[in-house]
């Protein structure tokens, strides 16, 4: 089985699990999640259900539209039943890294107000501790103007190494849905306390988020090489 299948059979077996009708619905970004939004166009088509859909990006708009499910807000929608959400890396205790693909911050938005957030992956993101697998560092989005004292402040806390993220089909930094700049810290220790971390470097000004998700994730279902789904509570 591929990865693309092993991502399918995560993301249809969380949105079977979780969707209900008359639901308030997070939708999350990545590759992971474009098949959770195919299921759920499905499952509003053939059972008839009413799904309010509250993007997390640009690209979850987008699935959203594309796929003609009711797209909402947080203004009229403050509080979400279940978040479905891709992450880059998940620890033993449910700690998440997330922002690989550039969109954290409204994520994180959406997380925090959501009853549930669910973590949909491939067997490639289930790890004991945060950086066993995911090597490309906790992103940081930042306001453009302080990414070079925010990067040396990280560097002087913790070590490690600090990236501003690069575009591809651009030159210059990558720009986020935001209009923040991205850092890509790459950590060497990796007993840090997370929670802390967390705090400590949501308190540097010019910070506006991290890529890491503490004590926030319900439930992770990780799509396994054979086609069968491992699933891991808090
Ligand atoms: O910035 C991107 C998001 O945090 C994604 O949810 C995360 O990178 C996982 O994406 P994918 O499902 O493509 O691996």
New binding site residues.
């Given amino acids: 089985m591929s990865l693309e299948q092993a991502?399918q059979v995560a993301a249809y077996r969380a949105v079977d699990e979780f969707v209900t009708d008359n639901c308030i619905f997070g939708v999350?970004?990545?590759?992971?999640?474009v098949y959770a939004v195919q299921r759920l166009a499905e499952r509003v088509e053939s059972e008839n259900l009413k799904v309010t859909c509250i993007p997390t990006s640009f690209q979850a708009k987008q699935l959203i539209i594309k796929h003609n499910l009711k797209l909402g807000e947080l203004d009229t929608n403050p509080i979400i039943d279940v978040t479905i959400?891709?992450?880059?890396e998940v620890d033993s205790n449910m700690t998440l890294i997330?922002?690989?693909?550039?969109?954290?911050l409204q994520?994180k938005i959406i997380a925090s107000f959501s009853k549930k957030l669910i973590v949909i992956?491939d067997y490639t993101?289930d790890s004991v501790k945060l950086g066993d697998r995911y090597k490309k560092g906790i992103?940081i989005e930042v306001i453009p103007m302080a990414y070079v004292p925010i990067k040396n402040k990280i560097m002087a806390m913790y070590g490690g190494d600090i990236k501003l993220r690069s575009a591809i089909a651009k030159a210059g930094p990558v720009v986020t849905d935001n209009g923040n700049f991205i850092l890509d810290w790459v950590f060497t220790n990796q007993d840090l306390d997370w929670e802390k971390v967390n705090a400590a470097i949501k308190m540097i000004p010019g910070v506006v988020e991290i890529?890491l998700f503490v004590k926030m994730c319900h439930k992770a279902y990780f799509g396994q090489p054979e086609g069968n789904v491992v699933e891991r509570f808090n």
Wanted: aromatic share 0%.
């Fill in positions: 991502k999350g970004s990545g590759s992971t999640v959400d891709g992450a880059d997330k922002g690989g693909g550039g969109c954290l994520e992956a993101k992103p890529g």
